[in-house]
């Protein structure tokens, strides 16, 4: 069984004691900022210092706060000197003088396992994505304290596939900062609004969506679609706009945008196709107050029909298209779900929460404590 977060949690003086670090990766950035800097930002209040190890080049900085250092897991970037970087990180690392480390992205499972081997140090994995198999995951039986997960659905993956670290298994759930009110169709002057994103790799699975809301405006529904794509995923998204002739609805920015205020000016969130991966984007959605329709499968934990959402069949662009409609048409309807979602964020997922739970596991991580 997975198990439920404790309330005993570390004292001012252990608090004080405690000195993490976290291993990033790109996907940490792209898909996992918010988490990322709700977590920084809660060890800062509580005057916690900790390091960032990342790989070089990656934009960091604008997520750093002065509690924290950031270190580039490669200084000479040519090949065959892995040794020497390795040694310049080691040697940095033991300065700063860590007590356990965390890793935020299961990619860097083996190099965290690695790390905690050479510093004798404990080590915490968290888990953001459903498993295929056990293999994906290298822990170590002796150095893995804790594995965590954001959702229940992830937690159980973990366990049914790792039976001998099922006491090491926690669901931590990832903390936001829920708005007091929604402004979900509360201006009828403003133009409506529908936002989404699209994953880096995602170049197919949005054909439905584009569909519906072609079908939409044809209707005679006035909005504006906005969408947060990146990468490979944006050229194919400019391409079928164009053939579809959306160009005046659909608005395309770059995931480098600020979500929160992104999200804040729409009434209607989308999650157009299932993502074995917990989609942080969708949980700020229901804490800043809009509207929710969402389809089943992967990593659903968050969507509930009819309570925290409106659901819909991925792969029926009618399907879509009558959830949308069924929001733009009923607005108390889309007010309700608006409001219940955003109660859900605010009693499930505080920042709060999550900084407590993970700061009494890095304690129990460092006293030797694995379940």
């Not at 209040?45 to 002065?66: F, H, W």
């Not at 949005?206 to 909005?223: C, Q, T």
């Not at 659901?311 to 399907?319: I, Q, T």
Request: charged share 25%; proline share 4%; with cysteine.
């Amino acid at each position: 069984m997975t198990k439920k977060q404790k309330a005993i949690f570390p004292s001012k003086e252990a608090k004080k004691s405690i000195r993490p670090v976290f291993v990033v990766s790109q996907r940490t950035i792209s898909e996992f900022a918010l988490f990322l800097r709700y977590l920084l930002i809660g060890l800062a209040d509580e005057s916690i210092r900790s390091v960032l190890v990342c790989p070089p080049k990656l934009d960091i900085e604008p997520l750093v706060y002065s509690s924290t250092e950031v270190i580039r897991d490669t200084v000479f970037a040519l090949p065959g000197l892995w040794r020497q970087n390795n040694r310049v990180l080691i040697d940095r690392l033991r300065k700063f003088g860590p007590t356990v480390l965390h890793c935020l992205c299961e990619s860097r499972a083996l190099f965290t396992r690695q790390l905690a081997g050479q510093l004798g140090l404990p080590y915490v994995l968290t888990v953001n994505s459903l498993q295929k198999k056990r293999s994906e995951l290298p822990i170590s039986l002796s150095r893995c304290a804790k594995i965590t997960a954001p959702a229940k659905s992830i937690a159980e993956n973990i366990e049914k596939l790792y039976p001998g670290f099922d006491r090491r298994i926690e669901q931590i759930n990832i903390g936001t900062f829920a708005r007091k009110s929604t402004d979900c169709f509360s201006n009828p002057s403003r133009l409506r609004g529908i936002v989404t994103a699209m994953p880096r790799s995602d170049r197919y699975g949005f054909e439905n969506l584009l569909g519906a809301v072609k079908n939409l405006a044809i209707s005679g529904y006035e909005f504006m679609l906005v969408v947060i794509a990146d990468g490979i995923a944006e050229k194919q998204l400019r391409s079928s706009l164009v053939r579809l002739g959306l160009l005046q609805i659909v608005t395309v920015i770059p995931a480098s945008e600020p979500w929160r205020s992104v999200l804040e000016a729409g009434d209607i969130f989308v999650h157009y196709r299932p993502r074995d991966t917990f989609d942080v984007l969708l949980l700020e959605a229901m804490a800043v107050g809009t509207a929710v329709a969402a389809c089943k499968g992967g990593v659903d934990d968050l969507v509930v029909d009819d309570a925290t959402a409106v659901v819909f069949d991925a792969n029926n662009e009618l399907s879509i298209r009558s959830s949308l409609q069924r929001l733009f048409d009923r607005t108390e309807l889309a007010k309700r779900l608006a409001n219940c979602a955003q109660d859900y964020a605010r009693e499930n997922h505080t920042v709060s929460g999550m900084i407590s739970a993970f700061l009494r596991i890095y304690s129990d991580a460092q006293n030797g404590k694995n379940s």
